[in-house]
Every structure is written in structure tokens, then in C-alpha cells.
């Protein structure tokens, strides 16, 4: 018998965790800085000003914004680009993730540090697959690079919750090529599946297009939106079935912002 037959992975951002943190927009035509703030103060968004006229957003209008360009991506109205990528086409906005390069003032969710909490203390297997990028350095706006450490920085806040994770069980998979659920779907399979073969992995993550990629991966995973999980309940079932109707929506958005290099 299988010595450890539970293993816990966790998204971490709104899942372990919430915590400060800023992505910054800046819009371009003509291959120039333009009007962001009121490009963005068109999408009913706003934030405070940025290097070279960008506009940083909270992690949370940054979802909001990602949502609204997508029907601009959608039409080929706008790219969206990295900063270091050369400005080929109008209108571009250029995207800086330095701004969630380092965990900034992280504050525990107490329902799923608690599960974790103590599933250490019984020895199961504990890992994270984050959004969050992997890479050691980021070029922010201006191109200047700037350093990412965020395997480190999730390691040492999970220390202070009294929960010791090895660094390889952090993947940081926000770089790669494919999509953010794609490739925890494969962190999944790699660093959990086949890595430890358990009889049982439940996943938790606050967004469904990653619980369905990554609940696809093995018939072993169950998969918990720990949006649901307020008193550290498990509502597993209910969350799934919402999840199959909001479904096909969700797949269509996912593949037009994989298409534009968004996730
Ligand atoms: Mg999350």
C-alpha cells in the first residue's frame, strides 16, 4: 500500500493567499505611449500612474481588464504584448507582470492554510501550482529587468503558517508557452501524478478554468473551488456541476486570450 496516498495541491494567489500586488497597462498607437489612463478610464477602470504613463492595476481590475479586451482580441483590434517584444502593429498594450514579481504583504485565507496546516501535521503530500511567474528576472515597462522570486517568497510565508514545503513542490508556471491552465494541468501531471503516484490528489484553485484543465489530468484528482470553501467546507460536487455549465463560455475565453499570449 501506497505509504502516502493523499497529496494537496494548491493554487496559491486568492487561494492560500491574498496579497498586494499590481499589473501595469500601458497603451500604445502608433508603436507610442499614449492616453492610458484614459483608455482604461473608458473600461470604467483605474489606478495609480506608472513609468512612462502606464497605469498599474490591482491583480483584481487586471482580471477585470483582461475580460473587457477580449472581445478588442477577439476583432484583431489590439495585441497584447510583453515589454520586451518590439511594438509591430496599432494599438498595442503593453503588459508588465514585474509588479508580481515578489509576494507583497501576503495575508493568509484561513480556511485553506488551515487544511494544509493539517495535512502536514498527518504527513500527506503538500505542493502549489501558481500563476505566478517561474523566471528569475522580468522586464518591467521601461525594460528595465527586475527580479522574480517567488518560489522563495511562497516558501518562506508558508514557513511562517508552520507548513514546510519543499521548493520543488512550488511550480511557478506563468512563463510557459500555452496558457496558464495548460500548464498547471501538466505541473499536475509531472510534479504530483507521476512524481508521487498517490491514491488520491485534490486540487484547489479560486479559478475554474484551471480546476477544469487540471481536474482532466487524472481520474485520481478531485477538484475544490475554494471560492466555496468559506468555513474550510468541501463542496466539491455543487462546484463541478457549475462548472460543466459555465463550461463551454469559459473554454472559448480561455483559448482567445491563450491566442493573444494573455495566459
Ligand atoms: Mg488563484
Redesign the pocket.
Known sequence: MNARPIARVF?????LASSRGFIRVLHCVGGQPANTKKWLGDMGLSGEPGPLGSIELSTEDYAHYAKLIQELLERDEIIVQKPEQKITRFPTDVVDYSGVSRLIDPRPIASTVNIAREAFSRGEILGII??RSGLGWVYDVTRKKVEVDNRRDIASFMAKQGIALSLEDIHCVGDKPGGVPYNKAEAMRIGFVEKYDPDTIIFY???VR?LDAVGSVDRRIRCVD?RGMTEGEDSTQDILEKAKRRRRNISQWSRSLQKAGIY
Open positions: 493554487d496559491f494567489d486568492d487561494t501558481t500563476g484553485d479560486d479559478d484551471n475554494s
